[in-house]
């Protein structure tokens, strides 16, 4: 029986030892896609569309610095309105030293505002409308510069130029999404445990 296996295991051998000198071999004519690539580099920096290509990165680069995207879904103020956020959050997970003592279990409540005060009011706006700039002044000036000004469109770095002060900017609107403002300017303020959020009218 072990002697029939091992001679069609060998005859089997044999036939694709045959099959595998049947018909002419070729090189592979296809062109490395690396190759093409290089190739095609080479072609456009030797004409020039390369250096051109460039340039437009950089002037795309730079204008999305000084000109971001403004946040979607935000509008001008026409109707004032006054709400609150709690800024709470639950522990989905203990939290452990390194010895693994359990410091605060999974669904500790915890609010940040009981350990740190918020120190300055943070103001939305939009600094594409001028009226907003001048309410954002006016604003900064009656809190006595203890504002930050957040941008939701519109250039911070002009702004910066012009106010001679930090100006930042919501970058994809992570903080105006998640405190629920529709409408700047927007002025955010500690109320004890809570943020208190005022939509003004510019």
Known sequence: MFAGVVLLSLTGWARAERLANIGPTYPIAEQSILAFIHERLAEKQRTGELAILEEQIRNRNTEAVRNPPPVPGIARTETARTFYFDPSFVLDRNVQDAQGRVLFPAGTRKNPLEVVSLSRHLLFFDARDEKQVARAQALIAHYQG??????????YLELMKRWKTPVFY?????????????????????????????????
């Open 146 to 155: 203890k504002v930050k000004p957040i941008l939701v469109g519109g250039s």
């Open 170 to 202: 919501d970058q994809q609107g992570v903080l105006t999404r998640r405190f629920g403002i529709r409408q700047v300017p927007a002025i955010v303020s500690q109320e004890g445990a809570r943020l208190r959020i005022d939509e003004i009218e510019s």
